[in-house]
């Protein structure tokens, strides 16, 4: 490791650690304040909600306030996050954006709105990070050369890769520290890439790093059994995280994807399966079909399904740090030759109960 590596290295980890540490103090506040104002989830007793008490939502808010926190304050004393080629405007996008899902969140965590007033927040978060210049200029051609975008090709990608990611988040948020535990690999590989010597980014590195603090503070009570959980906000949150992290750190856009292929092809299958059977009004109503809660359902506990998830995530997260881009598109199709081995074997299995 360079100098230059090791400074910013350094660096990363106490950025990280700041906002480690505001978020695990943070946290129980937001639970007591979400409390105190009804916004809590109360278990039904049936559907996908597995929880046997009432508990607070809003989560989300105390990852977003502390990246947002350290982040202003890097802004305000460093010139570290401004050397590369993130500039204020992007960082901006990424907050306003953030801002967004949060009142948005917060407004259906209260008021449990439709899914057609749901999906606002995530399309306006979506629109300003764009807006404020947040683009895909080149993406790298897994059969050799690069792929050049016209600006509105980059903005289209951008909208539906981001959408994509916040809604995988936003489905995957169905077992204690599911959600935010894989969005945390996703920041994780993310700051490692931008540490090695062919990708030495700094700036991307120190801001995957206090996201990632942010999102493990809060994990600390979020895993089984959960104190608090992320909520609507916090859910899609986490996901807008990942996504914008993988576009502005150059289009590394099949990095993320190796983290989070399984739950991605896990909406995908859930999202065919529920228009087929119900059409497009039954895609945003809530089941027990994904595949975390068919796991559930046969005696997996919730711990060894959210370590499951950890340690695919992980693994094919840090193949990425090491495979070329043909290589990954390998490994991307393994995974998908995997989770539709996994989906047959479990249809069959439930028409035979």
């Known amino acids: ?74 802004l305000a004393t460093t010139g570290m996050l401004t050397d590369g080629e993130i500039t204020p405007r992007h960082y901006a996008g990424f907050l306003f954006g953030g801002l967004i899902l949060m009142v948005g969140g917060f407004l259906d965590d209260r008021y449990n709105l439709r899914a057609k007033y749901q999906i606002i927040a995530p399309i306006l978060a979506a629109v300003t990070v ?7 200029d080149k993406l790298t051609n897994p059969f050799g050369g690069v792929i050049v975008l016209a ?108 983290v989070i292929a399984i739950p991605m092809m896990d909406v995908a299958w859930i999202i065919v399966r529920r228009w087929r059977t119900g059409g497009i009004s039954a895609i945003f109503k809530g089941d027990r079909k994904h595949l975390h809660h068919r796991l559930l359902d046969r005696g997996w506990s919730q711990r060894k399904i959210v370590a499951s998830y950890y340690l695919v995530a992980l693994v094919f997260g840090l193949s990425a740090l090491f495979l070329q881009s043909r290589q990954k598109l390998i490994a991307l199709g393994a995974l998908v030759a995997f989770m539709v081995v996994v989906a047959i074997v479990l249809s069959k299995q439930d028409k035979r109960v």
């Not at 103090?25 to 009432?54: C, F, M, N, Q, Y």
């Not at 989300?60 to 304050?73: E, N």
């Not at 764009?130 to 683009?135: L, Q």
């Open 130 to 136: 764009i807006t404020f210049g947040v683009e895909v």
């Open 151 to 258: 600006w509105w090709q980059s903005d289209a990608l951008v909208f539906v890769w981001l959408m994509t990611v916040m809604y995988t988040s936003k489905f995957l948020d169905g077992l204690d520290g599911l959600s935010a535990g894989v969005s945390a690999i996703g920041a994780l590989m993310v700051a490692g890439l931008a540490l090695t010597t062919a990708y030495f980014q700094p700036d991307v590195a120190v801001l995957a790093s206090m996201c990632l603090g942010a999102m493990i503070g809060f994990l600390a009570f979020n895993l089984n059994p959960a104190s608090i959980f992320l909520g609507e906000g916090g859910s899609t949150f986490v996901g807008f995280t990942i996504g914008t992290l993988a576009v502005i750190s150059g289009g590394k856009l099949a990095t993320a994807l190796l």
């Open 1 to 74: 490791m360079s100098e230059a590596q090791g400074l910013v290295l350094t660096f990363a980890l106490l950025a990280g650690a700041a906002a480690f540490l505001i978020a695990l103090v943070l946290t129980p506040v937001v639970a007591r304040i979400a409390t105190r104002l009804g916004v809590v989830d109360r278990p039904t007793g049936e559907g996908k909600k597995i929880h046997a008490r009432s508990i607070p939502l809003l989560g989300g808010a105390a990852i977003f306030v502390s990246v947002a926190a350290v982040l202003l304050h890097l």
